[in-house]
Nanobody, 123 residues
Framework: VQLQASGGGLVQAGGSLRLSCAAS????????LGWFRQAPGKEREFVAR????????NYAISVKGRFTISRDNAKNTLYLQMNSLKPEDTAVYYC?????????????????WGRGTLVTVSS
């Protein structure tokens, strides 16, 4: 599975962005997917994950209620809708895939990674 994230940019605090992650390969629907982010000088951290069918999701406490993860298996695409953005959401966002039903909150469990997309939230 090859992944490519897009949709990052500069937004003011309180604004919204939608990230996309396009995947190649016919096994997309058998992989759980996740979003992670890495801020300057910090370790990569979990943001959200979604299972095979899209029915099971999990979020980091810091984004719960503001971010929504979703997937369209027909389009081989993963999304992250980010609302009420805060300056502390500034980071490079990465999408990742693992061939399990539910995925994981831990980056080391993921087999495939896309290049990141930069999100900058100004105050």
């Amino acid at each position: 599975v090859q992944l490519q994230a897009s949709g990052g940019g500069l937004v003011q605090a309180g604004g919204s962005l939608r990230l996309s992650c396009a995947a190649s390969g016919r096994t997309f629907s058998t992989h759980a997917l996740g979003w992670f982010r890495q801020a300057p000088g910090k370790e990569r951290e979990f943001v959200a994950r979604i299972g095979w069918s899209g029915g099971i999701t999990n979020y980091a406490i810091s984004v719960k209620g503001r971010f929504t993860i979703s997937r369209d298996n027909a389009k081989n695409t993963l999304y992250l809708q980010m609302n009420s953005l805060k300056p502390e959401d500034t980071a490079v966002y990465y999408c990742a895939a693992v061939r399990t039903r539910l995925g994981s909150d831990y980056s080391y469990d993921y087999e495939y990674w896309g290049r990141g997309t930069l999100v900058t939230v100004s105050s």
